[in-house]
């Protein structure tokens, strides 16, 4: 066993690469449609995913969201520090492997069913439940709504890509009980029934090798950090590290 750090923006990189080679998402790019909704950890996906198939030339992630949480000093000054919301790219939607460039999931949903794949990031993710939630501000539900229309009504398969500095230990459902009764201010909560990869699943994924997280936090940049606890069969620890050391300098996202 050996132990390792990563750093949020390190591991929104573990996870996309894993993503990309997830064996539902390789084989939908080859026929199906996939979504990935516009997201911050989902802008790593994009690019893991665009370059693999050689149409990573126009991709930006610097605008690849909706929503983003910033420091107090950056949020009072985001007018300022943020591309105006009329650049918003669009999702990533690839369909039989060929990126449909401005496209959003509402474009394509009605056509999104079985075997499509639907990306989309999350905001809590509870390790015991094996279940992951989204915050909500748009007063329709947003794009996990318009989602779940696909997914729980035509079967699409919805993957939801999310770091382990999402943690909480809260049942989900309690938390948005709480957050939607009326009356309640601030954002509204949705916990997704889709398939998690955190750093665990993603190394998992890449290597064969089992993860515990058996620490977090850090100063200087590491902020957020989490510590893994690695373990396997010789060739999957040494996959594991060479996976982990890839990822490492990664550097901090910049809106």
Excluded at 128 to 154: C, E, S, Y
Excluded at 232 to 237: H, K, M, R, V
Aim: net charge neutral; charged share 20%.
């Amino acid at each position: 066993m050996f132990q390792f750090a990563l750093t949020p923006a390190a591991g929104k990189r573990l996870i996309a690469k894993a993503t990309a080679r997830h064996p539902a998402v390789r084989a939908a790019l080859a026929e199906r449609t996939v979504a990935i909704i516009a997201g911050t950890t989902n802008g790593y996906v994009a690019e893991e995913i665009l370059s693999d198939l050689g149409q990573g030339g126009d991709f930006c992630r610097q605008r690849f969201f909706r929503g983003v949480t910033l420091p107090p000093k950056k949020a009072a000054d985001a007018a300022d520090n943020l591309a105006p919301a009329s650049d918003f790219p669009g999702d990533v939607v690839i369909v039989k492997g060929v990126w449909q460039k401005g496209k959003t999931l509402f474009d394509v949903l009605d056509n999104i069913g079985e075997g499509d794949i639907i990306l989309k990031g999350a905001n809590a993710v509870n390790l015991a439940q094996r279940q992951a939630a989204i915050l909500i501000g748009h007063p329709k539900g947003g794009t996990i709504i318009a989602a779940l229309q696909a997914v729980v009504g035509r079967r699409a398969h919805l993957i939801l890509p999310v770091g382990l500095e999402k943690r909480i230990s809260a049942p989900l459902s309690e938390v948005a009980q709480r957050l939607n009764i009326p009356g309640a201010a601030g954002w509204r909560f949705m916990p997704a029934p889709g398939e998690i990869i955190t750093e665990i699943e993603a190394l998992r994924l890449l290597s064969g090798a089992e993860a515990e997280l058996i620490a977090g936090g850090g100063v200087g940049g590491a902020e957020g950090a989490i510590w893994l606890a690695i373990r396997g069969s010789q060739d999957e620890e040494s996959r594991a590290r060479a996976v982990l050391e890839a990822v490492a300098s990664e550097p901090p996202f910049t809106p």
